[in-house]
């Protein structure tokens, strides 16, 4: 697509619920980034996927949080047993793999709501 | 200690004033600085970006980079209520997509009319 597409854009969830988020990166972008922003503590860094793996996992806070990409295209980060303080927005970036061009396209967020 | 550290603000100043936005960083194998804009509820995107040392310049927006200093800044000039958004700097050893880029926390701007 022209650009990398998020959904749902909100998400208001009951606590101990899981969520799944999903993120569609531009086509032809190998390099897939999840990043958390939560309030005042800017972007963190979940999981990196190359293609279809993912090396770099090192930024995912818990068990209770993995993610996955199939057809080295579509990525779907997904949450367990939900807490408020898993409330933040969802970043999906991506870019390509041997020239980033300067930095990565975001979509535009999934905005995650626990109560 | 972050990698790259960046006062949150808040910063507001008057339409048509220079803003001057900065970030430092301490690792020295950062080769690539970049700046990101964010409006509220969207996400960031590339607003400029440099390699190395040095100016770079696009319309009313200048990208410095001192790395003697570790030092990064934007400079926006007859800044515009358009502008008001919050700025991350991001930083980066490669140009290649299987690094993670290093963001500052972001500053958030006001432009007043």
């Known amino acids: 697509g022209a650009g990398v597409s998020q959904s749902p854009s909100n998400k208001v969830t009951e606590k101990g619920k899981d969520v799944e988020l999903r993120c569609d990166p531009i086509?032809?972008?190998?390099?897939l980034y999840w990043y958390r922003q939560s309030l005042g503590q800017g972007l963190e860094f979940l999981i990196y996927?190359?293609?279809?793996?993912?090396?770099?996992k090192s930024g995912l806070p818990s068990d209770r949080f993995s993610a996955e990409r199939t057809g080295g295209s579509v990525s779907t980060l997904t949450i367990q047993r939900t807490q408020q303080e898993d409330s933040a927005v969802y970043l999906c970036?991506?870019?390509?793999?041997?020239?980033?061009?300067?930095?990565?396209?975001f979509g535009s967020g999934t905005r995650l709501t626990v109560v | 200690q972050k990698e790259v550290e960046q006062d949150p603000g808040p910063l507001s100043v008057p339409e048509g004033a220079i803003v001057s936005l900065n970030c430092t960083y301490s690792?020295?194998?950062?080769?690539?600085f970049m700046w990101y804009r964010q409006y509220s509820r969207k996400g960031p995107e590339l607003l400029m970006y440099?390699?190395?040392?040095g100016n770079k310049e696009d319309g009313r927006f200048t990208a410095q980079v001192d790395k003697s200093s570790k030092y990064i800044s934007l400079f926006i000039r007859d800044s515009q209520p358009s502008d008001s958004a919050t700025y991350l700097c991001?930083?980066?050893?490669?140009?290649?997509?299987?690094?993670?880029?290093?963001f500052g926390t972001g500053t958030r701007l006001t432009i007043i009319p």
């Open positions: 440099t390699y190395s040392s």
């Open positions: 690792n020295s194998a950062f080769q690539y």
């Open positions: 086509s032809g972008h190998t390099a």
């Open positions: 970036a991506s870019s390509l793999e041997r020239d980033r061009k300067g930095g990565y396209t």
């Open positions: 996927f190359q293609g279809n793996s993912a090396p770099d």
């Open positions: 991001a930083s980066s050893i490669s140009n290649f997509g299987n690094e993670k880029l290093t």
